[in-house]
Nanobody
Framework: QVQLVESGGGLVQAGGSLRLSCAAS????????MGWFRQAPGKEREFVAA????????LYADYAKGRFTISRDNAKDTVYLQMNSLKPEDTAVYYC?????????????????WGQGTQVTVSS
């Protein structure tokens, strides 16, 4: 069992940056792939980025490439999402998720554990 708690969201102007954190509890965090997803009002949840258990492999949605960076610190049981050059369309609730099978997936149904989310609002 893994519990996930996101933090770092907030209000930022377009062009600004935020770093989201996802703190995990549980002994097996370091063996799970981790992902970030987001959901904007009135829209379906969508994939943002994922990282393998060791951090050596990453996967990004096209819109996130070059602007967002996913990383993890297994010693701190934390995964991060650095978001730069933010746009108003990045406004959403951001969720982190854990995949016990370490699949580096871009599909939310393949993730086993989810956090409660953190709000990111980008003003124009």
């Amino acid at each position: 069992q893994v519990q996930l708690v996101e933090s770092g969201g907030g209000l930022v102007q377009a062009g600004g940056s935020l770093r989201l954190s996802c703190a995990a509890s549980g002994r097996t965090f370091s063996s799970y792939a981790m992902g970030w997803f987001r959901q904007a009002p009135g829209k379906e949840r969508e994939f943002v980025a994922a990282i393998s258990w060791g951090g050596g492999r990453t996967l990004y949605a096209d819109y996130a490439k070059g602007r967002f960076t996913i990383s993890r610190d297994n010693a701190k049981d934390t995964v991060y999402l650095q978001m730069n050059s933010l746009k108003p369309e990045d406004t959403a609730v951001y969720y982190c998720a854990a995949d016990r099978k370490n699949r580096l997936a871009g599909t939310d149904r393949l993730y086993d554990y989810w956090g409660q989310g953190t709000q990111v609002t980008v003003s124009s």
